[in-house]
């Protein structure tokens, strides 16, 4: 089975694909293939449903209608916040031309918007946007980390989906019949279907062992 990563990168400045087009072909010598899409508009941001392996948010748009660098800073948390209502499980990597750890006291993060990134956002790392090689080696990590928090149970229903493209499978979870694309779908953004799903293989593999004798 050959794994796809998606990676959406948020950013307004539509050059930036320059920079990972480049990366395309690092990650292939590295046997992982990757795809990027953009998003140079914030109000595009909210209508995304389905979900990334990894996202990349510039957090100083510079088209965005507010205006000081402590609004779109706001503005940027605030989308997160949103997103993670409806999805908990992909990695978030917030980049910024501010963030150069070379120069930390002029950062412009207080110890509250700190707080707000580890507890509220779950932002997985906040990265120079001005150096290309930090870019790729947090995307590469991040990637890797996606694929750590996926289960035996998740990977396997994955396996399958590659597998068996064309063909109609349903489980039914609670009088549902959901299709295998959606209930992956579900596995990615940490959805309800999903954790139930879960749960019912785990009491049926713990229920199949307690009847097995040696």
Known sequence: MEKH????????????????????????????NINFEYIHDLDKFDEVKRPFDVIV?????????VGNPIEK??????LIRKYRKRNKRTKVIFYSSTFDLK???QIPLSHKDYFEIINELNIYRLVYKNNAEHIYDAVQKAIR???????????????MYYEYQGIDIDY??????????ELMYEFKIGGEHAEKFRKDVVEMMLSYMSN???
């Not at 920079?19 to 590295?30: L, P, Q």
């Not at 980390?145 to 396996?159: G, N, Q, R, Y």
């Open 5 to 32: 990563y998606d990676v959406l990168v948020v950013d307004d400045e539509k050059n930036i694909k320059d920079i990972f087009d480049v990366f395309i072909d690092e990650f292939k010598e590295e046997n992982i």
């Open 57 to 65: 948010f510039d957090s100083e748009f510079k088209t965005s209608k």
């Open 73 to 78: 800073k706001s503005q940027g948390f605030e």
């Open 103 to 105: 120069n930390e006291d």
């Open 145 to 159: 980390a996606a694929l750590d928090d996926l289960d035996v149970i998740m990977t396997s229903l994955e396996k």
């Open 172 to 181: 039914e979870i609670e009088g549902e019949n959901i299709p295998l694309k």
């Open 212 to 214: 097995f004798e040696l």
